[in-house]
C-alpha cells in the first residue's frame, strides 16, 4: 500500500505561483510512477504532469507545459509540482497519484494509477 499526502494549495491571484508537495509513505517499490492530476467542475479529471520515481523522466499536458514543473526528492519520498504563471483555468482539485510499475514510462490515464491522495483545492482568481 502507498499513501499519499497532499499539501500547498490554496488561494493565488492570476500571474501568481504555488507549489504543491506530496509526501509518499508505506510500502516501497522497486519502480513508481507518480503524476498530478486536476479536476474543474463540471469537467473530467485530466492529466497534469508525471515523473518517473527512479530516474526523474517527465511528461506534460500541453496546457502547463513550461509554466509547470514537476519534480521529486529522494530522501524526502516527496514530489513537487511547481506552478507558475497561474491562470484562473487552472482553478481545480489537485490529486497527487502513484502506481506501480516495471518501467519508468510516465503514461497520462487516470485509470492507470493505482493510489491517490486526497486531492487539494488550487484557486486562482482573475
Known amino acids: 500500500q502507498v499513501q499519499l499526502v497532499e499539501s500547498g494549495g490554496g488561494l493565488v491571484q492570476a500571474g501568481g505561483s504555488l507549489r504543491l508537495s506530496c509526501a509518499k509513505s508505506g510500502r516501497t517499490f522497486s519502480i513508481l510512477v507518480m503524476g498530478w492530476f486536476r479536476q474543474a467542475p463540471g469537467k473530467e479529471r485530466e492529466f497534469v504532469a508525471g515523473?518517473?520515481?527512479?530516474?526523474?523522466?517527465?511528461l506534460y499536458a500541453d496546457s502547463v507545459k513550461g509554466r509547470f514543473t514537476i519534480s521529486r526528492d529522494n530522501a524526502k519520498n516527496t514530489v513537487y509540482l511547481q506552478m507558475n504563471s497561474l491562470k484562473p483555468e487552472d482553478t481545480a482539485v489537485y490529486y497527487c497519484?502513484?502506481?506501480?510499475?516495471?518501467?519508468?514510462?510516465?503514461?497520462?490515464?487516470?485509470?492507470?494509477?493505482?493510489?491517490w491522495g486526497q486531492g487539494t483545492q488550487v484557486t486562482v482568481s482573475s
Open positions: 515523473i518517473g520515481w527512479s530516474a526523474g523522466n517527465t
Open positions: 497519484a502513484a502506481d506501480r510499475r516495471y518501467s519508468d514510462y510516465v503514461t497520462p490515464g487516470e485509470h492507470e494509477y493505482d493510489y
